[in-house]
């Protein structure tokens, strides 16, 4: 294999060519190797190995007569290589090219790797026990839980691990009928048992309800018994279910996500199946969102010549990556909430639960058990909950590149050619065409321990630096860790025995990561918090080091620009709360501030096998209306009208109005109810008793009150209707007879809008039908015509007054 990399070398070594790296130019010599290319200069080396290269373009001569290589490498290390001539620099872009594509993960750089000098540490393939680990956190001393097989040949879910735990209640052959109702047969399985009261992390992917909201009786089952693992029996040995306070299904998805996913036969849960639970929606964007806000951070931090190569701090804000950051934690704050403070269970799920279910899982887990901000724990918490349950790291990392990243511009035959195949090239890269499956997932992971490290500075046992060693060797191939995307996967290759660990190279390097602040003794502080960490979501701030800048320049630069949006998730509340009988009490409370749809939350534009639709909001700086500033993302002039903008605009505006079309449907209905109810006579209620599912209002009011009464009626609730529309009652003389009643068309038998079984039911009676009116159940006094009832007929619909004058005040 090595033989044949080398056979694709054309040249191994180029002199006097200069690298150009932030403003400054040095010269040297280059060296390409199989896996690696070397810039070998006066003070030293610079590395790069083939698979972190990311995007070469090879550009048009200098003005000094140099051919240069444009290279961007997926650690942020963005660098010009200028060749003495022309052939040089295409047969280094051949070589690069060649070397860089390949079609199997045994090319890779972790397969003839060798450390020089030897790793002390050599037992990494072997520092995560799945038995050990859960063991540690309790399994095995309770009989809530229990280890199962059922996946021990990877045939039952091939991206789950080899040993799952399950509630001890739960038989295999449920677990077999359950893995139908989840997606890629995720079914819901522990992560992490609480040290303090037994409450858990569970994690799984979505269900297949569909369009005809299908369910699972076994999915049922196996949640209830879950959330029922740390409940208490009473003295007559019956589940006393008020002990745990909210048991949640996390949903990390926006809710528009969630809800367009039925149309792919996916979906979330239906609350009204599952007892004693409420859902949230976390409202973190997809895999393609994140992608691109990592290039538009990217764009921001590399700045541009008209501004002296500085950050563009305008640009840096419109990324949106900060935001993101804070929905995050935003998440996981609400998960540590719920299991160490309000004792209860949390299910955690997105789509196929191997990106956000990972990030918000291991996030929280952190925050909950001081063991897993260890040196070790760090180890064992990546190992289980990103490696072993599944995160796709060779596809969302691109381990194998395209050749679609390789650009050659030097042959074009002019500059305005060069420039139209750039936009071209450009427009293609960014589209996300060739690059669907990659996202910076577990960057944004270990973004957010940064972000945990800086607010807690003295609670962890590791340092930053090994933060930005995990992310560098993620995308250098250079262990074998992190190289498949699944332990299935990892079985089927069998690393251990060809690559080395990225764990030995750490732990043989112990001292070098080790963080001179860290107090272990404040995780025993009972007093303080019990070693559990409660996030800021709002106290974030851009890695500034993993980008080769300081933070001072980054962060003050951001503060100087306009204020970041707040973050205003998109969250709703799914309530289901039933009694012992059975019966229930279903609520369905939604408070959410929905982004407007536009060209990134499309549901119809951004269909993805691992979360279906974006629903992105590119929230613009306060201070600067996106339709008047004259600058663009990057920093560059636009164009007289920015059609993105305006279109979403418009899409702002369609998406309120129809909000409030369905608010004031919603109203015009209630309030025309409850008017109807209001001034009904007694005449009707008892002509209608045999299918009023209520007692008869205390508060209805005579005809003569209705029709001749000088002041507003004064009951127990406010007036459905303004004082404006009093006068035309109060135009019509009183009479002694009394007007001919007509029962309403709206009952309990034919009323499509009366879901509720006690709901109470309407009847209008406020002048004579032209149709006859039903023949009364008893026998009645014949009621005689007057004028007034007379002038009651003449009155048209127009005379009522209009459904917006209505009072909201109810």
Same mark, same amino acid.
């Given at each position: 294999?090595?033989?044949?990399?080398?056979?694709?070398?054309?040249?191994?070594?180029?002199?006097?060519?200069?690298?150009?790296?932030?403003?400054?130019?040095?010269?040297?010599?280059?060296?390409?190797?199989?896996?690696?290319?070397?810039?070998?200069?006066?003070?030293?080396?610079?590395?790069?190995?083939?698979?972190?290269?990311?995007?070469?373009?090879?550009?048009?001569p200098s003005s000094s007569d140099l051919y240069p290589l444009y290279i961007k490498c997926r650690d942020f290390l963005i660098l010009t290589l200028s060749m003495p001539n022309d052939r040089d620099a295409q047969d280094v872009f051949d070589v690069v090219q060649k070397l860089t594509c390949i079609t199997s993960p045994e090319q890779l750089y972790a397969y003839s790797y060798q450390p020089r000098p030897p790793f002390t540490a050599k037992d990494g393939w072997k520092l995560y026990d799945p038995v050990a680990e859960f063991e540690r956190m309790g399994v095995g001393k309770h009989d809530s839980w229990r280890f199962t097989s059922i996946n021990r040949d990877y045939s039952f879910s091939p991206t789950y691990p080899r040993v799952l735990v399950v509630p001890t209640k739960i038989s295999d052959n449920v677990l077999n009928y359950a893995a139908k109702y989840r997606s890629k047969a995720?079914?819901?399985?522990?992560?992490?048992?609480?040290?303090?009261?037994?409450?858990?992390?569970?994690?799984? %992917?979505?269900?297949?309800?569909? $369009?005809?909201? =299908? &369910?699972?009786?076994?999915?049922?089952?196996?949640?209830? @018994?879950?959330? +029922?693992?740390?409940?208490?029996?009473?003295?007559?040995?019956?589940?006393?279910?008020? %002990?745990?306070?909210?048991?949640? $299904?996390?949903? =990390? &998805?926006?809710?528009?996500?969630?809800?367009?996913?039925? @149309?792919?036969? +996916?979906?979330?849960?239906?609350?009204?199946?599952?007892?004693?639970?409420?859902?949230?929606?976390?409202?973190?964007?997809? $895999?393609?969102?994140? &992608?691109?806000?990592?290039?538009?951070?990217?764009?921001?931090?590399?700045?541009?010549?008209?501004?002296?190569?500085?950050?563009?701090?305008?640009?840096?804000?419109?990324?949106?990556?900060?935001?993101? $950051?804070?929905?995050?934690?935003?998440?996981?704050?609400?998960?540590?909430?719920?299991?160490?403070?309000?004792?209860?269970?949390?299910?955690?799920?997105?789509?196929?639960?191997?990106d956000r279910t990972a990030q918000l899982v291991s996030i929280a887990e952190l925050c909950l058990d001081p063991f897993y901000r260890t040196f070790r724990g760090f180890q064992i918490l990546i190992e289980k909950e990103w490696v072993s349950f599944g995160h796709k790291f060779a596809d969302r990392c691109g381990h194998i590149s395209n050749e679609k990243y390789f650009i050659n511009l030097a042959n074009t035959g002019g500059s305005a050619a060069a420039n139209t195949i750039k936009d071209m090239q450009n427009k293609l890269y960014k589209s996300g065409f060739h690059q669907r499956e990659t996202s910076p997932v577990f960057h944004q992971f270990l973004d957010c321990v940064f972000q945990l490290i800086k607010q807690h500075p003295a609670r962890f046992e590791f340092n930053i630096k090994l933060l930005s060693q995990l992310h560098y060797h993620v995308y250098s191939c250079q262990f074998g860790t992190f190289l498949f995307n699944c332990e299935f996967d990892r079985a089927k290759n069998q690393p251990q025995s060809k690559t080395w660990s990225i764990w030995d190279y750490f732990n043989s390097n112990l001292e070098e990561f080790k963080n001179p602040d860290y107090d272990p003794t404040l995780d025993k502080d009972i007093s303080n918090d019990g070693g559990v960490l409660l996030p800021d979501p709002k106290s974030v701030k851009y890695w500034a080091s993993l980008f080769g800048r300081s933070d001072e320049e980054v962060n003050e630069a951001a503060a100087a620009a306009a204020p970041l949006p707040t973050v205003n998730a998109v969250e709703a509340t799914e309530i289901a709360e039933s009694d012992q009988e059975g019966g229930g009490n279903h609520v369905r409370t939604i408070k959410s501030d929905t982004p407007p749809l536009n060209e990134d939350n499309d549901p119809l534009r951004n269909a993805d096998t691992d979360t279906g639709y974006s629903s992105a909001q590119q929230d613009t700086p306060v201070s600067s209306d996106p339709l008047s500033d004259p600058l663009s993302a990057d920093g560059t002039p636009k164009p007289a009208i920015d059609f993105t903008e305006v279109s979403s605009r418009i899409g702002t505006m369609v998406n309120s109005f129809s909000r409030f079309t369905i608010n004031v449907g919603e109203a015009m209905y209630s309030r025309a109810r409850s008017t109807s109810e209001s001034v009904a006579p007694r005449q009707v209620e008892r002509e209608l008793g045999s299918i009023d599912r209520r007692s008869p209002s205390k508060t209805s009011s005579s005809t003569n009150e209705l029709l001749g009464a000088k002041e507003p009626m004064d009951h127990n609730h406010d007036s459905p209707l303004r004082s404006s529309s009093y006068p035309y009652f109060e135009q019509i003389k009183p009479s002694t007879a009394s007007p001919t009643l007509v029962s309403s068309p709206l009952s309990a038998a034919n009323d499509p809008l009366d879901a509720s079984p006690h709901s109470p039911v309407v009847a209008t009676s406020t002048w004579k039908s032209p149709t006859p009116p039903p023949k009364p159940i008893q026998e009645e006094r014949p009621i005689e015509k007057s004028d007034h009832a007379e002038e009651q007929q003449q009155m048209d619909l127009k005379d009522l007054p209009h459904p917006l004058w209505i009072s909201d005040s109810q």
């Open positions: 294999m090595a033989q044949n990399r080398l056979d694709l070398i054309k040249v191994s070594q180029v002199s006097d060519v200069q690298l150009e790296k932030n403003q400054d130019v040095i010269s040297g010599t280059l060296h390409l190797t199989d896996h690696n290319l070397i810039f070998s200069h006066s003070d030293g080396e610079l590395w790069i190995p083939y698979p972190i290269i990311h995007y070469v373009e090879r550009r048009p995720r079914i819901p399985a522990l992560s992490y048992l609480h040290w303090a009261n037994r409450a858990t992390i569970t994690r799984c %992917s979505q269900p297949m309800v569909g $369009i005809k909201q =299908a &369910r699972s009786i076994q999915d049922e089952k196996l949640i209830e @018994a879950i959330f +029922a693992s740390n409940v208490p029996n009473g003295l007559n040995g019956q589940v006393v279910y008020g %002990s745990t306070a909210a048991n949640l $299904i996390i949903d =990390a &998805r926006p809710m528009a996500n969630a809800v367009g996913n039925v @149309a792919r036969g +996916a979906g979330t849960e239906n609350m009204e199946n599952y007892r004693n639970c409420k859902k949230n929606y976390m409202g973190i964007d997809n $895999i393609h969102v994140m &992608r691109d806000s990592l290039a538009r951070m990217c764009d921001a931090m590399q700045g541009s010549e008209s501004i002296g190569g500085g950050i563009n701090r305008f640009a840096l804000q419109r990324s949106n990556w900060l935001k993101h $950051i804070s929905t995050l934690l935003d998440g996981t704050l609400v998960i540590v909430k719920s299991v160490h403070i309000f004792n209860s269970h949390v299910l955690v799920h997105c789509s196929d639960g191997w």
